[in-house]
């Protein structure tokens, strides 16, 4: 006869309960609820760290990069280029394309000297136009009249080396003569000066801001002597994951030959370490998770051990063995629920609140765990997704049941002859 659930149900609480008696095997079961509690809670909070490192990846520097680039192989430019953007806008994939003019070049201060890159665009049709921030203490005569051009600056250059609002800024470029020269020379050509006025920051965070400068498109191309009025374009897209497909398919319809490149060649390490990171952190703490349920083994085998006179009456009067076995693996399921559910409330709990905890570690203690000098953001982002609490949940709870086959084995298997004295 097939004996009820709700009987193996009220064993199982009966047998756990008697369990606690022992201080042993109660400290036993109380570690494989908090090591479960322990794995399931930081596994929480440190995907909701990845998934907000990845979210903050998207929405910041995503935005302002260029997700595909395309550069014409020589120093006449796009040819056509206002009607090539065009074209390149009407692709349904393509977010916005923008013609833009960029070069290397050293910023050139008294006797020091700084690596730069900078790019000619319409900085007011540009997404870093949303990092820019003009200087409001310059006279706006003194800019509108200038016969140099605006320079925008990324904010840690302009720290480093002490610029000021409205000073004259030179730039070093390379030669348009050399950059057009394929021949192999051992002689160096003069670069070419570009001198600007500093009237603004740009402050995108991390490595960006110690080298990127903006100018306009046309006083760029001109200096470089680029003939369309345009060196390349840069493209973003609506799935900036898409960007290496979508570039090398747009480069090579393209009617003139282009170099070509996309954001993961450029800045493809931030999202591989996160997903690196993500993976690490996985893999670790599901190992922590099962370290902690299969010590449900070693208290669960204790409890048949002590409950064998207990089994054996069970079965005399009629209990089958899938039922004793039944019996003790609700009674481990029942210690990993608990571990499941406090660990997963708690994790939750701490999700929320972390980046609010980590402010206020930093107003007590007067440090900054985040720089945006070196990385790109200076807070710590989370974003807390419902299917890793339940993937979290799912997973510690499989690693317990798998914890409790080998003791319910061991106890639907006691002979009940032996135990009856």
Same mark, same amino acid.
């Given at each position: ?51 907000? *490192? ?29 009607? +090539? ?69 990324? &904010? ?31 002689? *160096? ?55 290496? +497909? ?58 048949? &051990?002590?409950?064998? &006179? ?12 899938? *039922? ?73 709870? *499989? ?23």
């Amino acid at each position: 006869m097939k004996q009820p659930f709700d009987l193996a149900w009220r064993l199982a609480k009966e047998f756990r309960k008697q369990q606690q008696d022992s201080r042993f095997t109660s400290f036993i079961t109380k570690a494989s609820i908090w090591g479960i509690s322990l794995g399931c809670a930081a596994l929480i909070i440190l995907l909701s760290v990845m998934n907000g *490192f990845s979210e903050a990846l998207e929405d910041k520097v995503l935005s302002s990069i260029a997700h595909g680039e395309l550069y014409s192989v020589d120093n006449s430019g796009i040819q056509n280029v206002v009607t +090539q953007v065009e074209q390149l806008n009407n692709y349904p994939f393509v977010k916005q394309a923008i013609p833009v003019t960029q070069s290397p070049g050293m910023l050139q201060q008294g006797n020091s000297m700084h690596g730069i890159g900078l790019l000619g665009v319409r900085i007011d049709q540009h997404p870093l136009a949303q990092f820019t921030t003009a200087y409001t203490d310059i006279e706006p005569h003194r800019l509108a009249d200038a016969p140099l051009p605006v320079f925008y600056m990324g &904010k840690t250059l302009v720290k480093n080396f002490k610029l000021q609002p409205g000073q004259v800024i030179r730039l070093l470029l390379p030669s348009s003569a050399s950059a057009d020269n394929a021949k192999p020379t051992m002689s *160096f050509q003069a670069p070419t000066i570009f001198n600007g006025i500093l009237g603004g920051e740009i402050n995108v965070g991390g490595e960006t801001d110690n080298f990127l400068v903006l100018a306009d498109l046309a006083s760029v191309s001109d200096v470089l002597e680029i003939a369309s009025g345009a060196k390349g374009v840069q493209i973003y897209y609506y799935d900036a994951y898409q960007a290496p +497909q979508l570039t090398y398919q747009i480069g090579y319809d393209f009617p003139q030959a282009v170099y070509m490149s996309d954001w993961t060649r450029t800045h493809g390490h931030l999202y591989q370490d996160i997903q690196l990171v993500k993976v690490v952190v996985y893999i670790v703490l599901i190992l922590v998770i099962a370290v902690a349920s299969f010590n449900i083994v070693s208290s669960l085998m204790m409890g048949v &051990k002590n409950k064998q &006179k207990n089994i054996a009456i069970l079965k005399t009067m009629g209990a089958e063995e899938s *039922f004793i076995a039944r019996v003790f693996v609700l009674q481990g399921m029942i210690n990993g629920f608990y571990g499941v559910f406090w660990g997963c409330l708690s994790g939750i709990v701490i999700s929320l609140s972390l980046p609010h905890l980590l402010n206020q570690w930093e107003a007590f203690t007067g440090t900054t765990v985040l720089d945006s000098e070196m990385y790109f953001i200076s807070y710590l982002p989370t974003s807390l997704q419902f299917q890793d609490v339940l993937l979290t949940a799912a997973i510690a709870l *499989f690693l317990a049941f798998l914890a409790t086959l080998y003791p319910a084995k061991k106890a639907a298997n006691t002979v009940a002859a032996q135990h009856l004295h």
